[in-house]
């Protein structure tokens, strides 16, 4: 059984999904591990990951504006508000999506189905710079 680390550092310019397929799969190509599993974590908590259709942008948009409307901003509940009033929204957002993923991988590579992306999903309005670990056990 062998392991491998990566950091993956995305830019993200405001809420939505910020697709790293690519990125993902080509690590993990070069790692040499044929099977195994790819676990990613977020370091981060006001964002989150998730693994989404990546044909048809909308159900990103429509996604988005879904948890906006689930988890609005400056509600009268708050009372984390020092960082701004997207700040608290972020965090239960991130509470309410995922910070980790799990993927099977075979054939030295994500087991992805044929329409699954892999992003970040940001959920504060700022630019920020999110990382990403990968984790890769496997033979």
Request: a negative charge.
């Amino acid at each position: 059984m062998r392991q491998a680390f990566h950091e993956i550092t995305l830019s993200t310019h405001g809420k939505g999904l910020y697709a790293f397929t690519p990125q993902v799969r080509d690590w993990v190509r070069t790692c040499g591990i044929r099977q195994g599993l790819l676990t990613l974590f977020i370091r981060h908590t006001s964002a989150s990951l998730l693994i989404q259709e990546n044909y048809d942008p909308t159900v990103q948009t429509d996604l988005e504006h879904f948890l906006s409307r689930l988890v609005p901003e400056d509600d009268p509940i708050y009372e984390h508000t020092l960082e701004g009033a997207d700040d608290m929204p972020a965090h239960v957002r991130a509470a309410l999506t995922q910070t980790h993923l799990a993927i099977p991988v075979g054939e030295g590579g994500p087991l992805l189905g044929t329409w699954q992306g892999i992003y970040v999903f940001e959920h504060r309005r700022a630019p920020q710079m999110r990382s990403v670990m990968l984790h890769l056990m496997g033979e």
